[in-house]
């Protein structure tokens, strides 16, 4: 079974409008973490933000914002005023607890497909 | 700093030919990653290593090695490429422990194999 899902291939956006990415996730840890990255038509991953499954709060970081619903196991990303900078893909990736023998934890991550987002003038 | 480091940034390989892509961070991560992206597929993780001489298989990892000498870097081996091995290799890393553990990543090799 997919442990990360985003069922949005393709997504169109107008210029200064707002659009949600959607991404929905499975794990049966309590402690994990989501993030969102970026990945412009050059090929770098770029961090956008992160959300800890402990977090009261929905992260934000400038035009970008979490909507996380920990029910229901979502992690949408919300981006506020769009720009044609913003054209991209965009991947959602988890990180569940892990640790090796030692006890020490780190971040292997499992990604989405992706959404390609296209914002048009 | 420089990051993240990967080289080549593209490789073309014959089949059965075998190279090593090169990965060198300079923040002093315990933790490193190598990933392959595919078309319709996200990022897939191939082998890790959470310290020097310590290494585990990922998701894909059929094919590749790795060795962690030292800190600073982590090379994937490919052992007898394959077609099937055409990709967008990413490396990552970042500190173990701790909260957030964001990955860091490579600018990716891109390996053709014909």
């Known amino acids: 079974a997919q442990k990360i899902t985003q069922t949005q291939p393709g997504m169109f956006v107008q210029e200064k409008e707002a659009v949600t990415l959607d991404c929905t996730y499975d794990?049966?840890?309590?402690?994990?973490?989501l993030f969102w990255y970026k990945q412009p038509s050059s090929g770098e991953m770029i961090f956008l933000i992160y959300?800890?499954?402990?977090?009261?709060q929905n992260a934000t970081e400038g035009r970008y914002s979490l909507n996380f619903q920990k029910a229901r196991k979502s992690a949408n990303l919300v981006i506020s005023a769009s720009q044609l900078g913003d054209s991209a893909m965009y991947f959602c990736?988890?990180?569940?607890?892990?640790?090796?023998?030692?006890?020490?934890?780190?971040?292997?991550?499992?990604f989405g497909q992706g959404t390609i987002l296209t914002v048009h003038p | 700093n420089a990051g993240v480091t990967q080289t080549p940034k593209f490789q073309v390989l014959k089949t059965g030919q075998s190279m090593t892509l090169q990965c060198a961070q300079d923040m002093n991560h315990e933790y490193m990653s190598w990933y392959r992206q595919d078309p319709g597929m996200g990022l897939r993780l191939i082998h890790y290593?959470?310290?020097?001489?310590?290494?585990d298989q990922g998701e894909v990892p059929n094919g590749y090695n790795v060795s962690r000498s030292t800190t600073e870097d982590f090379p994937l081996r490919l052992l007898s490429a394959a077609p099937s091995q055409t990709s967008v290799y990413f490396c990552?890393?970042?500190?173990?422990?701790?909260?957030?553990?964001?990955?860091?990543f490579g600018p990716g090799t891109r390996l053709t194999v014909l």
């Open positions: 290593s959470v310290g020097a001489g310590i290494t």
């Open positions: 990736a988890m990180r569940e607890r892990s640790s090796n023998a030692g006890g020490t934890s780190y971040g292997k991550l499992t």
């Open positions: 990552a890393s970042s500190y173990a422990g701790g909260r957030y553990n964001e990955q860091f």
């Open positions: 959300q800890g499954s402990y977090d009261e």
């Open positions: 794990t049966s840890d309590q402690s994990y973490g």
